[in-house]
T-cell receptor, first 113, second 113 residues
């Protein structure tokens, strides 16, 4: 089992609410990622980070924001949730070297009603 | 354009039978290729990694092959078990680029008794 944790696992929330999805890893990895995955579809990168105070947008445009104040912590925030944000969000981490494995968290299934 | 394509999209097989999943990619410059297994509602877990010089690698009942010339990989599952039911995702890493992980859409495998 990889040492990367996401909370909550499931979240149902009303439109317009602010939410933060938590992701923590204890492997000391510098690189962290957030992916969005709809059922039966591929993973799309929405944010990534190379280390503390580094955040970049991924290939898929997202209204969410991220922060990286500590190496082990990479939370994702939606200021105002909408039904279109309903999806599964997967957090991952890896070492800086290109060939290393990306370890994934269990995911957060978000439903906005 | 860096792309990863997998086939078939879905597959249903009887318990005990073998199957082969395909992955074609156009990622360049190529670093490595990983096969991940993703159980429903969970994060992907790495099964095997293939580098440029490797043709075949086994992990228990899973055997991956790589043809770097034709840019094709396959994942062969022997003597399938019910627990093999999952999505299998091909992920190709490029040597360069800020976002160097490219994901296939996955093959959804269902093993039935």
């Amino acid at each position: 089992e990889a040492d990367i944790y996401q909370t909550p696992r499931y979240l149902v929330i009303g439109t317009g609410k602010k939410i933060t999805l938590e992701c923590s890893q204890t492997m000391g990895h510098d690189k962290m990622y957030w992916y969005q995955q709809d059922p039966g579809m591929e993973l799309h990168l929405i944010h990534y980070s190379y280390g503390v105070n580094s955040t970049e947008k991924g290939d898929l445009s997202s209204e969410s924001t991220v922060s990286r104040i500590r190496t082990e912590h990479f939370p994702l925030t939606l200021e105002s949730a909408r039904p279109s944000h309903t999806s599964q969000y997967l957090c991952a981490s890896s070492e800086m070297e290109v060939s290393t494995e990306a370890f994934f968290g269990q995911g957060t299934r978000l439903t906005v009603v | 354009k860096n792309q990863v394509e997998q086939s078939p999209q879905s597959l249903i097989i009887l318990e005990g039978k073998n199957c082969t999943l395909q992955c074609n990619y156009t990622v360049s410059p190529f670093s490595n290729l990983r096969w991940y297994k993703q159980d429903t509602g969970r994060g992907p877990v790495s099964l095997t990694i293939m580098t440029f010089s490797e043709n075949t690698k086994s992990n228990g009942r899973y055997t991956a092959t790589l043809d770097a010339d034709t840019k094709q990989s396959s994942l062969h599952i022997t003597a399938s078990q019910l627990s093999d039911s999952a999505s299998y995702i091909c992920v190709v890493s490029a040597k360069t680029g800020a976002n160097n992980l490219f994901f296939g859409t996955g093959t959804r495998l269902t093993v039935i008794p």
